[in-house]
Nanobody, 115 residues
Framework: QVQLVESGGGLVQAGGSLRLSCAAS????????GAWYRQAPGKQRELVAI???????RYAGSVKGRFTISRDNTQTMVYLQMNSLQTEDTAVYYC?????????WGQGTQVTVSS
């Protein structure tokens, strides 16, 4: 049984910061790729950031320089540090973990940035 649970979302003023956390229970494979996606109202889901098992990262152009994706030593937690938040960042953020066996998704956490 695998469960991904996101936390850390909320309401923040433009220019502020949030840290999203993804707890990946039941995943023992350390050779996993972690990612954060987001979906704004009326928009398709888009990739925000991705981190490989070796720690290489890649970001959407709209968040590069403001967001940082990371993982802990056990590779069962994936984080997204979000700085200099803008109203355009408002969306539901989803954690995604890909292992050799499957592709797992969390339920999402709401991030709302007010002007």
């Amino acid at each position: 049984q695998v469960q991904l649970v996101e936390s850390g979302g909320g309401l923040v003023q433009a220019g502020g910061s949030l840290r999203l956390s993804c707890a990946a229970s039941g995943i023992n494979n350390r050779l996993s790729t972690g990612a954060w996606y987001r979906q704004a109202p009326g928009k398709q889901r888009e990739l925000v950031a991705i981190i490989t098992p070796g720690g290489s990262t890649r970001y959407a152009g709209s968040v590069k320089g403001r967001f940082t994706i990371s993982r802990d030593n056990t590779q069962t937690m994936v984080y997204l540090q979000m700085n200099s938040l803008q109203t355009e960042d408002t969306a539901v953020y989803y954690c995604n973990v890909v292992t050799r066996d499957a592709n797992y998704w969390g339920q999402g956490t709401q991030v709302t940035v007010s002007s």
